[in-house]
């Protein structure tokens, strides 16, 4: 049985790793995600850190859609890190990264695909423009 200590992280350790504004917290979380990796603590990531890891990105440090996916999907291969509803949230992110819609509706896209959900009512169908496998209902 794994004995390594578990551990649930907040937005704001990806966000200083990612930008690197704070060199000295960048590192902390460059250790951690190491001593994920060896084995010494498991992180639990929650899968909204995941949505406000995006919109952070995307709105305060104006991010390109490309790579903001490709660095959340770097901390999802992370050794020793596992993500909540790990299925949902890399669809939402692959249809986030090629299908040009918001996370938020690619996320709800791959929520009801998960859960065998065929439709999806809105009042802005050209939100879900692009996403395939469910059908979108205007209201």
Known sequence: MD????IAIDTNLLIRYFVN?????????DTLLKKAGKGEVHILLPSIVVAELVWVLESFY??????????VD???????????????VRSALRRYKTKGVDLVDAWIAAFAQDKGVNEIHTFDKKHFKG?????VMQM
Do not use: F
């Open 3 to 6: 004995k390594s200590k578990r």
């Open 21 to 29: 504004d704070d060199s000295r917290k960048a590192q902390i979380v």
């Open 62 to 71: 104006k991010m390109e859609t490309a790579e903001i996916a490709d660095l």
């Open 74 to 88: 770097s901390i999802l291969n992370t050794p020793g890190l596992t993500v909540s509803d790990e299925s949902v």
């Open 131 to 135: 996403i395939e496998g469910v059908a």
